[in-house]
């Protein structure tokens, strides 16, 4: 049901109903605002719609198809395993409806309105919103822009028939018998990875060195190799030129050098990044927000634009794109709309790519470390001599801390392995509260757990190491 105040006043409107729009919109109600909230496709974004929770649902689904078809290694048997894609669709379509119906039912609450359609500012303190049945206009005392971005669509290769986005990917009409993946980042590597467990033959084309870029090469090259015993096919120094297709199938014509290679395949999947919705009929320039290079908004310390009483979040302003990064910043923006003294720290900012094993790393590299001027202290330590890791026959990778020499501070750190993505949070705690290794070295982890192979980690940094023999 569309809504609207009567009087056409309000005190926030949020554009935008991803992670970081709807976190904006009950902060700011929590806060005593009114809140209008207006979502253009689906509550939840791209986030909860056509990204993280699908994704991860379908890459979940391939961990079990893979675990139940390699029980041996635990003594058990399993024949006749077999996927019904359609019922995998619908585990995935089922997560999805149970989340997007807990955010609407949760703006509803917090006493949040809610409109679906569009937002055009007409000048720097109104706006009209509208759908097809009706336009009203509103006049705000302050507003957060939170329009988040759209994979990059590349000339070369629209998206259309069998060339598709990461949006695409999730909603294959089958599991195809190959797919192309040209990006090797974490969207690349995830989508790629998962269809390979399901029997996908997969080519990566990726036209740096190596792949995860954004990650330890240690990291990229223990996931390289679990992909390439997956029925995986890594091209790097590679840049894509051009695909044809039919209704069967697709051919990408790519070189490496001089050298013109050509692969075909069922799909081609495009991942080489995300825009900002920041370029469409807002009308940014009518409400004086002022929009920067790569079409990303220019932001203050509290997310305030170039107009005081707009507010800026998530991937359409700097930093990664990232749900939770944009989740931080709503809680910013709404609290300052507040008068309350919050302000942007981005002290750390955990980033994780769901591979097999899972890559996780927050605060400074060790080489990031070293160009700040840091005397580093390293502690590393491998799963594969931790008796939990043992256990459920998963070896495979490493924590590793950096630490400040002179302090002990920790500085960051990198985990791949079974788990990363929730093992990464205790030591972004760790870096944001200050804690030396000294600290998570006399924290009691319970035993037998993944998160001792941190502490361990801990005092292999300080010398002293009880599993593992100090070098």
């Given amino acids: ?40 496709e689906n509550v939840g974004g791209v986030c909860l719609n056509v990204g993280c929770i699908p994704s991860k649902a379908l890459i979940s689904a391939s961990h079990q198809y893979e675990s139940i078809s390699h029980a041996s290694a635990f003594g058990i048997t399993a024949g006749d395993v077999k996927v019904e894609w359609n019922k995998v669709q619908e585990f995935k379509n089922g997560i999805v409806k149970k989340l997007t119906g ?5 703006l509803k609450a917090n006493k949040v309105q809610y409109f679906n359609g569009e937002v055009m500012f007409i000048n720097e303190n109104e706006a009209r919103v509208f759908n097809d049945q009706e336009a009203p206009r509103y006049r705000f005392k302050n507003c957060i822009i939170a329009t988040g971005s759209r994979p990059i669509e590349l ?41 390979s467990k399901f029997g996908t033959k997969v080519t990566i084309i990726e036209g740096g060195d190596a792949i995860l870029p954004g990650f330890d090469k240690d990291m990229g090259s223990i996931v390289a190799k679990k992909l390439k015993g997956t029925n995986v096919d890594i091209v790097t120094g590679a840049m894509a030129q051009g695909a044809e297709q039919t209704d069967k199938d697709v051919t990408l014509t ?72 944009a989740m ?66 998963a070896t495979e990778g490493f924590v590793k801390l950096v630490s400040d020499a ?35 070295a006399l924290t009691i982890h319970a035993h037998p757990t993944l998160g001792e192979i941190v502490l361990d980690a801990a005092e292999v940094a300080l010398g002293h190491p009880i599993h593992t023999v100090a070098k």
């Fill in 406 to 440: 002179d302090t002990g501070l920790v500085l960051g750190a990198q985990i791949i392995g079974l788990e990363a993505s929730n093992m990464i949070a205790e030591l972004a705690l760790a870096i944001e509260m200050g804690a030396t290794l000294e600290d998570i």
């Fill in 102 to 106: 807990g955010v609407a039912s949760l």
């Fill in 155 to 195: 000339k070369a290769f629209p998206f259309s028939g069998r060339i598709v986005s990461s949006t695409g990917a999730l909603s294959l009409p089958e599991i195809p018998k190959s797919i192309i993946v040209i990006g090797g980042g974490y969207i690349g590597i995830e989508l790629g990875q998962m269809y």
């Fill in 328 to 393: 931080y910043e709503g809680r910013i923006a709404a609290e300052a709309i507040s008068g309350l003294p919050s302000v942007i720290d981005y002290k750390c900012v955990p980033a994780v790519c769901f591979s097999d094993p899972e890559c996780a790393a927050v605060g400074l590299s060790e080489k990031e470390a070293k160009d700040k001027g840091h005397k580093t202290k390293v502690g590393k330590f491998p799963f594969a001599i931790n008796g939990r890791a043992m256990s459920l026959n």
């Fill in 254 to 325: 790519y070189k490496v050098g001089d050298k013109e290679e050509k692969v075909t395949a069922d799909y081609l999947l495009v991942t080489v990044g995300r825009r900002p919705n920041t370029d469409g009929d807002l009308g940014l320039e009518l409400a004086g927000v002022k929009v920067g290079e790569r079409g990303l908004v220019e932001v203050d310390a509290q997310c305030r634009t170039s107009n005081p009483h707009i507010y800026a979040i998530g991937d359409i302003i700097a930093g990664p794109a990232l749900a939770h990064k």
């Fill in 1 to 40: 049901m569309v809504v609207g105040d009567p009087s056409l006043d309000i005190d926030t409107l949020v554009i935008g109903a991803g992670p970081g729009g709807y976190v904006a919109a009950i902060r700011a109600a929590q806060l005593g605002q009114s809140v209008l909230v207006v979502e253009k």
